[in-house]
């Protein structure tokens, strides 16, 4: 392996042979001001990204990933429910994921943040925080969303550690233990049934008044799932490791975890500007191919999908990667 195919495997693969890297690294282009013509341009450079971007390296097109570091799961200690890694941190998955996508020549990594992006003639111009304009033919948002935290002492801290989204995620480590589902109404049932297949210690806390229908609650009633209305104040932890809910009127209960139903918004506004449609619920419209309402452009991962996972993020990235390629192979062929 050469000394540049080293560096351009984002150093992760030097680090472990034990070779010592040059300053300034190829992953690092945060130098690269002029304006490049890419084929693609990848804004979000995870779980979604990257896939998108192997399967367009492996094609021969010139990519540039543009990547604001910072992922959904940082605070996350071990990933689970992704079949080759299970259990393994975040990042790990990221960086090993980064080195096998760098390998590809026609693949660059970008430091940066995307803070604007319009059409041109022959595509897309994003202009980067760091000041640079980049063009493409073809634009992909793999961008992720940004939880929007309540305003509950505690909760941003045991966020990914003991304040979980998913029970697939990581409803096998709590199992059989004291666990809250702190969500309301249709959200709030829908996740009560998966996690009491989980564990039957379990009981709802709706921060507010409980919005269930009959039959709702009736089920609950018949599962043994109590519901507590009165609103949270704290969620007193150890290191994010949830101990006790603290309620307005002073009462406690002890806890091992919390299913929380947060709401999110999106990354950025590009999108949007570009003239791409949003759903009801906020995530970018896209076809079963991920195309976007404007054509050229392309999301994937968790900006367009509810099914919020490593996998559907490298699923869905793929997918964009061999449509993007398809599109730019219809249009020279
Ligand atoms: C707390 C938590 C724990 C989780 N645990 C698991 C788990 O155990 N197993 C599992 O399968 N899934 C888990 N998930 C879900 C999983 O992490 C996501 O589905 C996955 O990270 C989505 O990948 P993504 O690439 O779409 O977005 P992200 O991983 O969120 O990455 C988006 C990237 O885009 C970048 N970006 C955004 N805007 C810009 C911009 N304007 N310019 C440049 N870059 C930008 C961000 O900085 C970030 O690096 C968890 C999620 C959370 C929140």
């Given at each position: 392996?050469?000394?540049r195919?080293?560096?351009?495997?984002?150093?992760?693969l030097?680090?472990a042979?034990?070779?010592?890297?040059?300053?300034?690294?190829l992953?690092?282009?945060n130098?690269?001001k002029?304006?490049?013509?890419?084929?693609v341009i990848i804004i979000?450079g995870?779980?979604?990204?990257?896939s998108a971007?192997?399967?367009?390296?492996?094609?021969?097109?010139?990519v540039?990933?543009?990547?604001?570091?910072n992922?959904?799961?940082?605070?996350?200690p071990?990933s689970?429910?992704?079949?080759?890694q299970d259990?393994?941190?975040p990042?790990?998955?990221?960086?090993k994921?980064?080195?096998q996508?760098l390998?590809?020549?026609t693949?660059?990594?970008?430091e940066?943040?995307?803070?604007?992006?319009?059409?041109?003639?022959?595509?897309?111009?994003?202009k980067?925080g760091?000041?640079?304009?980049y063009s493409?033919?073809?634009?992909?948002?793999?961008?992720?969303?940004?939880?929007?935290?309540?305003?509950?002492?505690g909760?941003?801290?045991?966020w990914g550690i003991s304040?979980i989204?998913?029970p697939y995620?990581h409803?096998?480590?709590f199992?059989?233990?004291?666990?809250?589902?702190m969500?309301?109404?249709?959200?709030?049932f829908h996740l009560?049934?998966?996690?009491?297949n989980?564990?039957?210690?379990?009981i709802?806390?709706?921060?507010?008044n409980?919005?269930?229908?009959d039959?709702?609650?009736s089920k609950?009633?018949?599962?043994?799932i109590?519901i507590?209305?009165?609103?949270?104040?704290e969620?007193?932890?150890?290191?994010?490791?949830?101990?006790n809910?603290?309620?307005?009127?002073?009462?406690k209960?002890s806890?091992?975890?919390?299913?929380?139903g947060?709401?999110?918004e999106q990354h950025?506004?590009?999108?949007?500007?570009l003239?791409c449609?949003l759903?009801?619920?906020?995530y970018?419209?896209?076809?079963?191919f991920?195309k976007?309402?404007i054509?050229?452009?392309?999301?994937?991962?968790?900006?367009?999908?509810m099914?919020?996972s490593?996998?559907n993020?490298?699923y869905?990235?793929?997918?964009?990667g061999?449509m993007v390629?398809?599109?730019l192979?219809e249009?020279?062929?």
């Amino acid at each position: 392996m050469t000394r540049r195919e080293l560096i351009k495997s984002g150093g992760a693969l030097a680090i472990a042979l034990g070779i010592p890297l040059p300053v300034l690294s190829l992953t690092k282009q945060n130098h690269m001001k002029n304006t490049a013509n890419f084929d693609v341009i990848i804004i979000g450079g995870s779980y979604a990204g990257l896939s998108a971007a192997m399967a367009l390296g492996r094609s021969l097109r010139k990519v540039l990933i543009i990547d604001a570091g910072n992922p959904c799961n940082k605070q996350t200690p071990h990933s689970h429910n992704f079949i080759t890694q299970d259990g393994e941190q975040p990042a790990v998955i990221a960086a090993k994921a980064k080195a096998q996508v760098l390998k590809y020549d026609t693949v660059q990594f970008l430091e940066d943040k995307a803070i604007s992006g319009e059409r041109s003639k022959k595509g897309f111009t994003i202009k980067t925080g760091s000041g640079a304009k980049y063009s493409s033919k073809k634009l992909i948002f793999a961008t992720g969303i940004k939880d929007i935290m309540p305003k509950i002492k505690g909760f941003a801290e045991c966020w990914g550690i003991s304040v979980i989204h998913c029970p697939y995620c990581h409803g096998y480590e709590f199992r059989s233990q004291k666990t809250a589902i702190m969500a309301n109404g249709e959200r709030a049932f829908h996740l009560a049934s998966l996690v009491h297949n989980l564990t039957k210690k379990l009981i709802i806390l709706t921060n507010g008044n409980a919005n269930f229908d009959d039959t709702q609650l009736s089920k609950l009633n018949q599962n043994g799932i109590e519901i507590i209305e009165t609103e949270i104040t704290e969620m007193e932890h150890q290191n994010g490791q949830i101990q006790n809910v603290v309620f307005k009127n002073g009462k406690k209960i002890s806890l091992d975890a919390l299913y929380a139903g947060i709401p999110f918004e999106q990354h950025t506004e590009i999108p949007v500007t570009l003239g791409c449609e949003l759903t009801e619920q906020g995530y970018i419209k896209v076809d079963p191919f991920q195309k976007t309402s404007i054509k050229g452009i392309y999301a994937c991962g968790d900006n367009s999908s509810m099914m919020r996972s490593v996998a559907n993020a490298v699923y869905t990235g793929n997918m964009v990667g061999a449509m993007v390629n398809k599109e730019l192979v219809e249009e020279e062929f």
